[in-house]
């Protein structure tokens, strides 16, 4: 058979072997706890694919690992079992195997678990990363880039809106682990951002846009309830770039061909 | 102004690579076979049993008129099946070389206004040479094209370089080319290697276009769509430069071209090869001797876009010979349930897609409405200017399935459907 091999599960494969230098840190600092939640999210998220496996004829992806982990490294501390279990299935479920599993999702699994807990249980307390989580996200990113499997509009819109406004003098950096961490886990999906090359600048931008602007005007929240809620507000805006990125092209186009 | 589009892929051949000879074997048969779908309906020219020159008219199209079709090389009609309802299934001629040569008057220059070009063009069968765009296909007389695209570069994976075709024609080729620009009241295009232009002295209606060799750019489909796109009312023709030459030769001398400059790659040879060989060549004529032992398949076209074929199909300047790789065995039934549910494949937008679409067009938002079978979407992006072997290299990056190339195919017959008066 002649084919190449970008499909679905080489993509989630490299994207994996990506997320590996920032595993790897995150357990290291973590230790065993930080196993046990991996495990615990690596069990749910597998469980459901299973379900819609079996149920429905679904093939379950890599990617529910990719979920587990960013949920791990993200979700707030001391969530009880049921609120844990709830949250994580309704992102799993909601957002990725209703929609026909990876590669058909509107919004990223983990995004929508993590914005469901922030909401759902604002008492939990967001976890703080360590400066070495935000170099090893760097790392993810460079990977990731360098295989083609994110978006680099994406992500080098993002950084770019960020480092111009460490620039201009904004308190930027002292979140940078958890906003690096946001981009590379939650923001440089390549299902769940935009498609268009304008699109995704834009998508990019307006992730670190908004990053910027609660970071100077959101008093109390955590690095990682920002970055989450920024994410969950450029995923969500997505779309709407797309159209305007397609809208735009169209416009150019009929001026030049009539 | 053009742009060079760099935004490609370079994807090699396994196997050998040809060398810097060009071999010329005419085949002892050469058959035209017509698949089931199709409905040609004729009338014969020659009977069956007839012995007939080269360039002669076999049959006439009756859905078309003053289309025929004429012989690829001297022989006797083997076999020529036209059923009842006078639909064509398969015409298969034996070699036979004293059989000569049909000459046709050449057209002097002064005579080539477009009329007498077409009608002459249709009457030697030269005009199959020319493909319409939008839904491809035979060229519409009744329609002037809004541009023609002349191709002197080839990416595909082996693709003979179209620069060697018509080398020492050089004289046809100006003049197909300038029988090509009094067909069209616009401009004809030329697109060729960066750095290699066939043609020096371009003029307001002759529009060189460089390219980088990378695919999808020897593709006509994306120039046409980067510079003229196709639509119902405005159409666009594409011919392949040695096909321009034949035109040429056939106006200038009234001789049909005999051969076509054809590759033979893939891993199941034992040596690729570069030679010339008529339309409808057989291809295990060709390929014999040179094959590997085992099990093989022998496809019309590249690596990416190949049918499997006996003969040498329409307008196909490639033969992939690849070694047939057994299956493991039945897999499980549970596995092939798996697999089989949740088609079409999503497609996960990776630089490597990006890529495959050559970076002109909004290539995710494309190819997503063509596997949704969404029209309206598709052809506000342009997919009226693209044909399926346009898909052909994301099908192959993706590994989709089923593959994006047939469901564009039917997605485009479904338009033409609904297009159709």
């Known amino acids: 058979m002649n084919r190449g091999l970008w499909d679905r599960e080489t993509v989630a494969a490299l994207l994996l072997i990506s997320a590996l230098p920032l595993a790897v840190t995150w357990l290291a600092l973590d230790g065993p706890f930080g196993l046990l939640r991996l495990a615990v999210f690596l069990v749910v998220a597998g469980v459901w694919h299973l379900v819609w496996m079996l149920a429905r004829a679904q093939p379950p992806s890599l990617a529910g690992a990719l979920t587990a982990l960013a949920l791990a490294v993200l979700a707030p501390e001391d969530l ?179 | 102004m053009s742009r060079i589009w760099r935004k490609g892929l370079s994807i090699s051949v396994p196997g050998p690579q040809p060398g810097g000879t060009i071999d010329r074997q005419i085949t002892a048969e050469a058959s035209l076979v017509i698949p089931a779908s199709g409905d040609l309906r004729v009338e014969a020219l020659a009977l069956e049993g007839e012995t007939v020159a080269q360039g002669q008219p076999l049959f006439r199209d009756l859905h078309n008129a003053g289309l025929t079709t004429c012989a690829p090389m001297a022989g006797r009609v083997a076999r020529l099946d036209i059923d009842s309802a006078r639909r064509l299934r398969q015409v298969t001629l034996f070699h036979e070389p004293g059989a000569g040569r049909h000459e046709w008057p050449p057209v002097p220059v002064d005579q080539r206004d477009p009329q007498s070009l077409t009608e002459h063009l249709r009457a030697t069968g030269l005009w199959h040479l020319l493909r319409a765009r939008p ?222 679409m050559g970076g002109a067009l909004p290539a995710v938002p494309l190819l997503r409405a063509i596997a949704s079978g969404d029209a309206e979407t598709a052809r506000k992006l342009g997919a009226l200017s693209l044909l399926p072997e346009d898909l052909a290299l994301a099908d192959y990056v993706t590994g989709a399935e089923p593959r994006l190339s047939a469901l564009f195919a039917a997605l485009l017959e479904r338009i033409a459907e609904e297009d159709a008066p």
Not at chain 1, 204 to 216: E, K, P, R, S, V
Not at chain 2, 173 to 201: I, K, N, W
């Open chain 1, 80 to 258: 009880g079992p049921v609120a844990l279990l709830l949250s994580t299935t309704f992102g799993v479920v909601a957002a990725e195997l209703t929609f026909g599993g990876w590669g058909r999702n509107v919004l990223n699994p983990a995004t929508v678990t993590l914005a469901f807990m922030g909401f759902g249980f604002p008492a939990a307390p967001w976890p703080d990363l360590a400066i070495q989580v935000g170099w090893a996200s760097w790392a993810m990113l460079a990977m990731g880039l360098a295989l083609g499997v994110l978006p680099g509009p994406v992500v080098l819109g993002a950084l770019g809106t960020l480092g111009l406004a460490a620039l201009t003098g904004a308190p930027v950096w002292a979140a940078m682990p958890a906003v690096c961490a946001g981009l590379a886990l939650l923001v440089a999906d390549p299902v769940a951002s935009a498609t268009t090359p304008l699109g995704r600048w834009l998508n990019g931008a307006l992730y670190g846009g908004l990053c910027t602007l609660f970071l100077a005007f959101w008093q109390d929240a955590a690095p990682v309830q920002i970055a989450v809620s920024s994410a969950l507000l450029a995923s969500l805006a997505a779309p709407l770039f797309d159209e305007i990125s397609i809208a735009l092209w169209l416009r150019r186009r009929n001026r030049r061909h009539g």
């Open chain 2, 135 to 356: 839904f491809g296909g035979l060229a519409d007389p009744a329609r002037r094209p809004a541009a023609i695209f002349v191709m002197a570069l080839d990416t595909r994976p082996g693709a003979p370089d179209p620069l060697r075709a018509i080398e020492g024609q050089e004289a046809a080729f100006a003049s197909g080319l300038a029988a090509l620009m009094a067909l069209t009241e616009g401009p004809v295009y030329l697109c060729h290697r960066a750095g290699t232009a066939p043609v020096q002295d371009a003029g307001p209606r002759l529009r060189l276009l460089p390219a980088a060799p990378v695919h999808p750019w020897g593709l006509a489909g994306f120039h046409i769509h980067a510079q003229r796109p196709a639509t119902p009312e405005a159409p666009v023709w594409d011919i392949a430069a040695e096909d321009v030459a034949a035109i040429g030769t056939l106006l200038d001398t009234g001789l049909l071209p005999e051969t076509r400059l054809v590759s033979l790659t893939g891993t199941g040879l034992r040596d690729a090869r570069l030679l010339r060989c008529q339309p409808w060549a057989d291809l295990r004529g060709l390929c014999q001797g040179h094959v590997r032992p085992g099990q093989n398949t022998i496809l019309s076209g590249s690596l990416l876009e190949g049918r499997p074929a006996r003969w040498l199909l329409g307008a196909d300047r490639q033969v992939t010979v690849t070694a047939h790789h057994p299956s493991h065995g039945r897999g499980h039934w549970f596995l092939s349930a798996l697999s089989h549910a949740a088609r079409p494949l999503p497609l996960i937008p990776t630089a490597a897609l990006e890529q495959s």
